[in-house]
């Protein structure tokens, strides 16, 4: 079994940078899919980023792209999203998720394994 848990959200003003971070235990996820999604209120949760088991591919939401980054640190089973220029529309809560299948993987039903979530809260 995989565990994820993320951190590093909080309350920021618009044009403020957060970075969250998703620390796996459990299992290492050196060779998962790993995934950022979030869930605004009253909306579904929708795709904001992936990457590959080695970094190499990264793929984006039209709504973040150009402005959120992810990545991944393999030797300490850590994932990133890097988010500047941030916009109230971006307030949500963040959830990591990860799956062992490879490709580009952008639905919810696409992961395995998901985080309980951190808080992103951009005020104007």
């Known amino acids: 079994q995989v565990q994820l848990v993320e951190s590093g959200g909080g309350l920021v003003q618009a044009g403020d940078s957060l970075r969250l971070s998703c620390a796996a235990s459990?299992?290492?996820?050196?060779?998962?899919?790993m995934g950022w999604f979030r869930q605004a209120p009253g909306k579904e949760r929708e795709f904001v980023a992936g990457?590959?088991?080695?970094?190499?591919?990264?793929y984006y939401a039209d709504s973040v792209k150009g402005r959120f980054t992810i990545s991944r640190d393999n030797a300490k089973n850590t994932v990133y999203l890097q988010m500047n220029s941030l916009k109230p529309e971006d307030t949500a809560v963040y959830y990591c998720?990860?799956?062992?299948?490879?490709?580009?993987?952008?639905?919810?039903?696409?992961?395995?394994?998901w985080g309980q979530g951190t808080q992103v809260t951009v005020s104007s």
């Open positions: 998720a990860a799956d062992q299948r490879w490709g580009s993987r952008e639905l919810v039903t696409d992961y395995n394994y």
């Open positions: 459990g299992r290492t996820v050196r060779f998962y899919t």
């Open positions: 990457i590959s088991w080695n970094g190499g591919n990264t």
